[in-house]
């Protein structure tokens, strides 16, 4: 093999203008490894990037990609020889959608045995984003109770079986159809679509949430604000209701950024975040390292043991790129939407 293949985002496009591109396969160079793509997928992210809206991408064109599990192939100088032959995971922000990836031997984390390329997938960006907001952010605690805003989502999924984990309990926004599968993961549902959430969050928890997981943003940001008991912790990670619209790609980020400033400098024992996985890394690189790779192995451990299950929504080859786009931003899916080579 001397070639990758690789999608190209050449600009705001619709799915159908994603491009398929041939190059030579480089060689690793010191401190890298060439993996071969096993499992990618399509998040939120890249929902985002084809609009150019995602706060930091890069400037067209580029290859999207924010997570991937492959098999080193190969190793630069510097690298231990041991790790060809090895299945990883690595978070990349761009760049996964290719059926060969370079990567900083330093970035990888080595996926257990046992566990499938496609289904470590699912637990990838998103793993990490609900155990860190979970563990790092909330520090839920055994008989808290949460509310977790697109249970069924690919992060949502993980978020309420994780807290479960840990012995919280989760109240979830989902459409009705979702309702009986969040149920048998011990979720309280609550339907979007058709319910008053708020009015429904207070009959379940009088005195407020300890913490709400908030993915939607805009107008939904002050809402789950409001629900927070005293001490209780709100993390926005995204701002879904904004995708649409047109204008400023920062400004929907910037808004909760200041209202997060605004409502940390108030005396009333709560707490407002907006997540970003990538903070920290551009200057405090080897312990954001550490870190990612003690939270990944975490939740490695948990789907292993069962004690989360993968969601796949669908599997879909590169060359079905848009395909795959399409039914990941249908909002008609739950879990993940899985590209392999």
């Known amino acids: ?13 619709e799915p ?16 890298q490894v060439v993996v071969a793509m096993e499992a990618t997928g399509v998040s939120f992210a890249e929902q985002q990037m084809r609009r150019g809206k995602y706060y930091d991408q890069p400037p067209f064109p580029f290859v999207p990609g924010y997570d991937l599990v492959g098999t080193v192939l190969a190793t630069g100088d510097g690298v231990d020889s041991g790790l060809a032959g090895r299945r990883i995971a690595a978070l990349t922000k761009v760049g996964s959608w290719a059926s060969h990836v370079v990567l900083d031997a ?52 993980l978020l309420v079986q994780l807290a479960a984990q840990a012995g919280v309990q989760v109240i979830g926004t989902a459409s009705k159809r979702h309702h009986e599968a969040l149920r048998r993961w011990g979720v309280m549902p609550i339907d979007y679509r058709t319910e008053d959430i708020s009015a429904r969050v207070r009959e379940l928890a009088p005195e407020g949430v300890d913490a709400v997981f908030d993915h939607v943003g805009g107008a939904s940001v002050p809402a789950s604000w409001k629900l927070l008991a005293r001490g209780g912790t709100l993390v926005s990670y995204g701002s879904a209701a904004t995708r649409d619209d047109e204008g400023s ?36 690189k080897n312990r954001f390292r550490a870190r990612l ?20 929504a669908a599997r879909l080859p590169l060359s079905r790129v848009a395909e795959a786009l399409r039914l990941a931003e249908s909002g008609t899916v739950a879990g993940k939407v899985v590209l392999t080579p």
């Open 293 to 312: 790779r003690e939270d990944l192995t975490q939740v490695f451990a948990a789907l292993k043991d069962g004690a989360i299950t993968a969601q796949v």
């Open 106 to 157: 330093a970035d990888v984390v080595p996926v257990p045995d046992g566990l499938g390329a496609e289904e470590a997938e699912t637990a990838v960006v998103n793993g990490i984003t609900a155990w860190q907001m979970l563990h790092r952010k909330a520090r839920v605690r055994a008989g808290q109770t949460i509310l977790v805003h697109g249970a069924n989502g690919g992060v949502g999924s």
């Open 16 to 31: 159908e203008g994603l491009e398929l591109r041939e190059r030579p396969l480089p060689a690793p160079g010191p401190g």
């Open 1 to 13: 093999m001397n070639t990758l293949t690789e999608v190209v985002l050449p600009g705001k496009v």
């Open 249 to 284: 790609k920062q400004l929907p980020v910037l808004k909760i950024l200041a209202r997060v400033m605004v409502w940390n400098s108030l005396p009333n024992g709560r707490n407002a975040y907006f997540f970003n996985v990538w903070a920290g890394r551009s200057f405090a």
